[in-house]
């Protein structure tokens, strides 16, 4: 009762209005709330040592917002209530349903929208670090563009920054050599042409963090924005399910799909597991242990033959 009141306090205080709030359950790294007032909120709180967090994510999805092309809830506010003791993020309260037989199309040709859209920098990174989940995600920029700079940003800034973080435990050690072995193979996987640009990318677009409001529109939350190469993306989306009937299509009429991102995928979903390693532990070091290996296999591979690299 004492947390819903002093939220209540912290809503009015920065919004104005009267507010009843009730608590739910919906997130494993943050408190969140159901505040009706002066409209419905999402309210998310957290410590105030952990304030960035949430500033982090109000800050994607202005930026997701602002590029026009997919649906995020609109940030009625975000701040740090020293009074109170907390920090909190208010958004947009959406209600969503279940998806028609469109919904991947539309889905499809909204994020290839965003992808899509070119940007006056054509370096990696972001101007900000965020969070994965509970994890801290640097986004520090790349020196250049195109392929170099894509490549040492995801060698530094991914596989080499989850690397650092999973040294301290003897049990990662095989894990972390076989990661560190792979960051210094990465033009391997390019060598098909593929020539990386920066989109900007939700950056954490598992079937969790995506959904559908009551006029069929596909919306998108929780964010972990950067400017990467947009298949990270296509591969997130992979990694625990399969995108929505008609979303490749839809997707590839836009934004176009190299023939050679399947050789590329599970490059990118190994940053994603090896945060789900830091997570979670248990089956994902293996599952992260297992594709490292073969990544890097496939790379040894690759580097030996005169082929085409997808043979």
Known sequence: MEDTARLARSLAASLGGAWTVRPLQASGFCSTWHAAGRGELFVKSLPLGSADALEAEADGLRAL?????????????????????????????????????????????????LHAARRSDDRFGWHRDNRLGATPQRNGWSAEGGLAGWVAFFARERLGRMAQALAGEAAHAPLVVAVHALATRLPCFFEDGHEPRPSLIHGDLWSGNWGVLADGTPVVYDPAVSCSDAEAELAMMELFGQPPSGFWAAYSGVAGLHEGYPRRRGLYQLYHLLNHTLLFGGGYARQALALAQALLSGARSTGSSRGHPGR
Not at 74 to 99: F, H, K
């Open 65 to 113: 917002g602002d590029a026009g092309a997919i649906r995020v809830p609109a940030v009625a506010g975000c701040w740090r209530d020293e009074v109170q003791g907390v920090a909190l993020l208010a958004i947009e309260w959406l209600a969503l349903r279940a998806p028609d037989a469109a919904f991947g199309a539309r889905f499809g040709e909204a994020l290839g929208r």
